[in-house]
């Protein structure tokens, strides 16, 4: 059945009322500089986690190698503004390098798609996992440039050749540097947005329902003549582009990528695991709200610094025991249940 349109987009006037208030205070000075920093990587994260959700919530596929499609997105994107910085104005070369990130991680996706979503559980993920890391190390080992002579790669610095005129697109370790700058608050945002319309819309269309079908119970989808592997792999490049958008917000606002282990590494995609676990698996909402806290929670506490890992160890537990506990859930549907039969109630008595 159609949902309302209240219910189906009500979330996403929180997230602009949320935009609004933020951008008021930051422009009336209200907002301290350190805050005001956290808003763009709290928004992209909040992308990766509606993307992961997508493939392990909807689909129902483990994936830990989420923040390899987000670093697929970065360097794509920005050596695509490297190259086309002196050709193209800012506006034109931005949404060309969000096109070029999407692009990009959607192949890939594509492409390890293929022989990984023949495998299930345990061995799904083991092999998402090496593909991020994969991913990681050859773009921390690589050189790269261009010149009148054409494209030099190199996988060390002495064989790495380029002529005083070229552009250094990566440094090996050193990551990509001079991005230009054209993430913002806004942009964010409204990526978000469109990232929750179009996972939205999917999981409400007939491939939604087919894909979630496939999550339930493969033998019977596939028996009622649902082309499994077509729609896993719809899903599975959905939500790798998803995150490559992600990534292109990330390569344009931190402008020069040096450790990129501290951004795609392991301990990336188990934290973008970690807001999706406890937002619900498969509460696409509940993935932004607790991508937004979980990301904000340790970077405010930096004052406590003593405490604030202890802090958000016991924020985490008790997420887990909100949103899993038995007990809380049936406390949360009755309390829940009892709110919306008081509304009608409400409207005959008025």
């Not at 390899?68 to 506006?91: D, E, H, N, V, Y």
Request: with cysteine; aromatic share 10%; proline share 3%.
């Amino acid at each position: 059945m159609k949902k309302k349109l209240p219910e189906k987009y009500g979330f996403l006037f929180v997230i602009f009322l949320f935009w609004l208030v933020l951008t008021l205070l930051s422009r009336a000075g209200m907002l301290t500089s350190h805050f005001s920093s956290l808003l763009v990587p709290m928004t992209y994260y909040a992308i990766a986690a509606v993307a992961l959700n997508l493939c392990v919530g909807i689909l129902g596929e483990l994936s830990i190698g989420h923040a390899g499609f987000m670093c697929i997105g970065a360097f794509s994107s920005a050596i695509f503004s490297l190259l086309t910085r002196q050709i193209l104005p800012g506006g034109v070369r931005f949404f060309l390098a969000f096109v070029v990130g999407i692009l990009f991680a959607a192949l890939f996706g594509f492409l390890i798609g293929i022989p990984v979503l023949r495998l299930k559980g345990d061995y799904l993920a083991i092999v998402t996992l090496a593909f991020g890391e994969i991913i990681k190390n050859i773009l921390q080992a690589v050189y790269l440039g261009v010149d009148a002579d054409g494209v030099h790669i190199a996988l060390n610095m002495t064989d790495f050749r380029l002529s005083p005129d070229g552009i250094t697109l990566i440094k090996g370790a050193q990551g990509v540097s001079g991005t230009p700058r054209d993430s913002s608050f806004t942009v964010a945002v409204i990526v978000l947005l469109l990232s929750l319309i179009i996972v939205q819309n999917l999981i409400d269309s007939r491939d939604g329902r087919a894909i979630m079908s496939i999550r339930d119970n493969r033998i019977a989808a596939e028996a009622t003549g649902i082309h499994v592997t077509h729609y896993k792999m719809l899903a599975f490049t959905i939500s790798a582009a998803i995150a490559g958008a992600a990534g292109v917000l990330f390569s344009h606002n931190v402008t020069t990528m040096t450790n990129i282990s501290n951004y795609f590494g392991y301990n990336a995609s188990i934290m973008l695991l970690v807001y999706v676990v406890l937002g619900g698996i498969g509460n696409i909402r509940g993935s932004v709200v607790a991508a937004m806290i979980l990301y904000l929670l340790p970077e405010m506490m930096r004052g406590l610094n003593r405490y604030r890992m202890l802090i958000y160890a016991i924020v985490l537990i008790l997420m887990m025991l909100f949103n899993w506990a038995p007990a809380l859930v049936a406390l949360r549907k009755k309390l829940w249940q009892r709110i919306r039969d008081r509304r009608p109630a409400v409207g005959k008595e008025a």
